[in-house]
């Protein structure tokens, strides 16, 4: 279908698009890279979670699902906005 999937040595799975942008990542028990978060996401889990980090996040059509080390499942609107907790 045109999209990739990469796993690394660490056991993380990369999935991209045809266009190589990320479309999801899974980093299992270990956390996602700050850097691929955004801002509003990263701030919310920090102040709602502080003792917890993201270890999956999927951007999709809708916004992100992110799952937690807790496998608690959160979901964002495409500016990072809060939504509901899955």
Known sequence: ??????????????EFTRQGEWKDVDCQTSEVPSTIVPAAIRNYVKTQFPNNFIVKIEL?????????????????????????AD
Do not use: M, Q
């Open 1 to 14: 279908d045109g999209e990739y999937e990469v796993i690394l040595k660490n056991g993380t799975k990369i």
């Open 60 to 84: 999709n059509h809708n916004g992100y699902d992110i799952e937690l080390d807790n496998d608690f499942d959160l979901k964002f609107d495409k500016t990072g906005n809060f939504l509901y």
